[in-house]
């Protein structure tokens, strides 16, 4: 059975542009949009060239895409101006594009309050302004803003914009659910209504996620007939975000009707890069991934409780709605203080530690363990420390070398730039039977600590050059003068793996240098190192 094709449009180098805290440059969407191309999506907006330097720097050249259409935003002519006349127009339909996307109101309150112009008047702008950039070449489409608000109100009007797009030459009529608060019923429902009057094979939807129901209103709208979809990376956008096309795309190759019904440009070689993509565009705006995101969250495939843990091992299927491999991402089974054996035993096997499941120290791992966690360790927030854990019970860690002594010291320094507070950390190490010594500053004791025991580690310094400390996070875990500390600590190799260590103490610093060490050992036990 041929399937029908869907179209995927990647507003988030402009749409998601406005997210708060989010802003790109020229370097940074040159590298997204590489990267959107490479995914397979069909269009990439790159921005609203004239509205800045970096827009318009963007537009100046054509991005060499395999497939993607570069697509410029812009709005339609102004209210009383020709579409010749009217200099940000023209300067969108001068960008080196292969589709201009133009917005215009599309609800008679947004016309009356917010534009103070005519029905009359608006439906002209998007007749002029549509028609000009179809006779310019490449694709000509419109986003209805307020669409689905306005056709609540003025039905008659709302289809008259979309309507007088179509007529006039927009390959695509783009609805739009600008502020996010119609239902996926209601979606459903006005679609129909619009088919009557344009093919869906001409219709995109635009959601926004104010209500949660972006993806929901999104994937309601092609079951209605549109057959563009329009969303950002990881949902970015303003107020709540737009419909995310990380759970949209997964959702639309592995999920019935639509995997049946419709193709899109997503090869399953590229949805298996989705993790990947979607982590790849939280480092470039230095952001933490949702953890608890939909197919590409990091707790995505999590189980954490032991009986779920032992259906696992017997059948992913029992837990798993798909193979987490089918977007890139991976199975975890944690270790808790929830966990039974099950938990424990599926952890050593996909850390590739040998076991005996009878041998007795695994049954002394397993308390271990839940002793640890009782005093503030939390396992299943810290996978390597756990593995080192592990391996030591069992007798896989080599002796690599030994922390003879520290000193952690801070003081304050008055320099040309006024008082600064500094940390000096010296560290004494001993390996094979040589030792060293290294001091280091840092702009706290932890960074000085951590730099310091990273300066020189000897026959081993090679295997952590590439080592770095990418997040650290203190919880204190109870009150009072004997509080109890737990820092969790992620570091990241030269290959891009990551993987986070644990240290609890009644002294942040102490807690600080047991998941510093944990993260070292851990590198040098990955990387093979020579015992």
């Keep these: 059975m041929s399937r029908e094709r869907l179209y995927l449009f990647d507003t988030t180098l402009r749409d998601g542009a406005q997210t708060s805290g989010v802003d790109f440059t020229l370097h940074d969407k040159r590298v997204i949009a590489q990267m959107l191309d490479d995914l397979g999506l069909d269009y990439v907006e790159g921005g609203y060239p004239g509205a800045n330097p ?7 050249t054509h991005p060499k895409f395999a497939r993607a259409k570069f697509t410029a935003f812009g709005m339609v002519r102004r209210a009383g101006r020709s579409a010749s006349n009217d200099p940000g127009f023209v300067g969108v339909l001068e960008a080196k594009a292969d589709a201009f996307c133009l917005v215009a109101k599309s609800s008679a309150y947004q016309v009356r309050v917010a534009l103070e112009t005519t029905k009359e008047e608006n439906i002209a702008a998007i007749r002029d302004s549509i028609g000009a950039a179809a006779k310019k070449g490449g694709e000509a489409m419109l986003d209805c803003e307020h669409f689905f608000d306005g056709y609540k109100e003025d039905p008659e009007f709302a289809l008259a914009c979309a309507k007088a797009a179509y007529e006039s ?4 009529v783009v609805l739009c659910d600008t502020n996010g608060g119609t239902m996926p019923e209601e979606i459903t429902k006005i679609i129909g209504e619009v088919t009557k009057h344009i093919p869906g094979t001409h219709l995109g939807i635009h959601a926004h ?14 079951r209605a007939g549109v057959r563009q979809i329009q969303g950002t990376l990881n949902g970015l956008g303003e107020r709540c975000g737009n419909a995310n096309l990380c759970s949209l795309i997964p959702t639309l190759k592995l999920k019935q009707p639509f995997a049946d019904q419709f193709e899109i440009g997503v090869s399953d070689a590229k949805l298996a890069t989705l993790t990947h993509v979607s982590r790849a565009l939280d480092d470039i705006l230095n952001r933490v991934p949702d953890r608890h995101a939909p197919y590409v969250g990091e ?6 409780t032991g009986i779920h843990a032992s259906a696992l091992m017997k059948d992913p299927h029992t837990y798993e709605h798909i193979a987490p491999e089918a977007v890139g991402n991976r199975r975890q089974v944690l270790v808790s203080d929830q966990a039974g054996r099950s938990n424990v035993l599926a952890a050593l096997e996909r850390a590739g530690i040998a076991f005996d499941k009878n ?3 695994v049954t002394r791992l397993v308390e271990e363990m839940k002793e640890r966690e009782a005093g503030g360790y939390a396992y299943e927030s810290a996978d390597a420390s756990f593995e080192l854990l592990a391996r030591r019970t069992l007798g896989h860690v080599p002796d690599y070398f030994r922390v003879v002594q520290f000193d952690v010291n801070v003081e304050q320094r008055t320099n040309g730039k006024g008082p600064q507070t500094v940390a000096l950390a010296v560290v004494k190490v001993e390996v094979a039977g040589e030792v060293l010594i290294s001091a280091a500053e840092g702009n706290g004791p932890v960074n000085a600590l951590d730099v310091a025991l990273r300066k020189d580690l000897g026959k081993y310094q090679k295997y952590i050059d590439g080592l770095k400390l990418t997040d650290y996070r203190v919880r204190i875990l109870n009150g009072g003068t004997e509080a109890v500390t737990r820092v969790l600590i992620e570091s990241e190799d030269e290959n891009g ?5 644990i240290g609890v103490s009644s002294n942040v610093i102490d807690a600080s240098f047991q998941a510093l060490m944990d993260s070292l050992t851990y590198k040098l036990v990955k990387s093979g190192a020579p015992a």
Aim: hydrophobic share 45%.
């Design 209 to 222: 996620d104010d209500t949660g129901q972006a993806v929901a209103n999104s994937l309601a709208a092609v």
């Design 497 to 501: 793996a990551r993987w986070t260590t």
């Design 169 to 172: 030459g927009a390959r695509w």
């Design 359 to 361: 041998d007795p120290k």
């Design 54 to 60: 970096a827009d318009s720097e963007f537009f100046s």
């Design 299 to 304: 707790n995505a495939f999590v189980t954490k």
